[in-house]
């Protein structure tokens, strides 16, 4: 019998977006985000997914100045398969500089109705992020079709790892119940949750300490 073939995403990596990918990141994360409670409730259905992708775009923009940028998974031929926004320590939020400057970008991906409620997304995360440094993790999606596969736990298990060599902690909000079993089991617990008004979805935010163990193992190779 001869052996089954490997899948396509077989013999994929982990490393930083290159800024020629960004309409690919964006592409996959609108796609992954398509039935997201919370980007419903703020983009209308006509056009949400091309919305998505333009909202990914500029989130790229505003990340990329901010340590942490941009993570893949792909393969060797350059299929990405996964993607994560990342921010370091005191870099989590854009400038009020960037934000402004974007605002006329927002409105036109979010329009009349979206546009408060995005604003009400926003205001409501940040009145509940965590005060202490952390890596934050906003964004992150895994293509359609390779879900469960694994994917994703490799691309968040990089940056993840490094969290405990160094010591530092980890912060995300979850927009989908469904996915709170995924990143506990990364190691992250919910602290509470953001309630939207008008009936809207809620948000559950997430911690992850970092494991000393690992930090201990580190230090002793």
């Known amino acids: 019998m001869s052996a089954r073939p490997a899948p396509p995403w077989a013999g994929y990596g982990i490393r930083f977006a290159r800024p020629a990918e960004s309409g690919a990141v964006a592409a996959l994360l609108a796609r992954a985000f398509a039935d997201d409670p919370v980007m419903a409730w703020m983009i ?5 997914e091309r919305r998505i992708a ?23 031929e350059g299929r990405l398969l996964a993607a994560a926004l990342w921010s370091g320590p005191w870099h989590w ?3 009020a500089v960037r934000e402004l400057a974007a605002l006329p970008r927002y409105a036109s991906i979010f329009g009349l109705r979206g546009m408060p409620r995005a604003g009400e997304v926003q205001n409501a995360m940040d009145e509940a992020h965590p005060q202490p440094p952390h890596w934050y993790l906003p964004s992150v999606g895994t293509d ?4 469960g596969m694994g994917v994703g736990s ?8 490094d969290c405990d060599r160094l010591g530092q902690p980890a912060h995300l909000e979850s927009s989908n119940v469904t996915n709170l ?3 506990e089991k990364l190691g992250f617990r919910v602290t509470g949750e953001i309630r939207l008004p008008e009936g809207g979805p809620t ?3 997430m911690w992850r300490d970092p494991d000393p163990t690992a930090g201990r193992l580190a230090k002793g190779r």
């Open 54 to 76: 333009r909202y990914f775009r500029l989130a790229q923009r505003q990340q990329r100045p901010r340590a942490g940028a941009v993570r893949v998974a792909a393969t060797g």
């Open 44 to 48: 209308p259905a006509a056009d949400r």
């Open 203 to 205: 948000l559950w935010p």
């Open 181 to 183: 079993p995924f990143y």
């Open 93 to 95: 939020k854009p400038s």
């Open 144 to 147: 359609r079709g390779l879900q």
């Open 154 to 161: 490799a691309l968040l298990g990089q940056q993840l790892a």
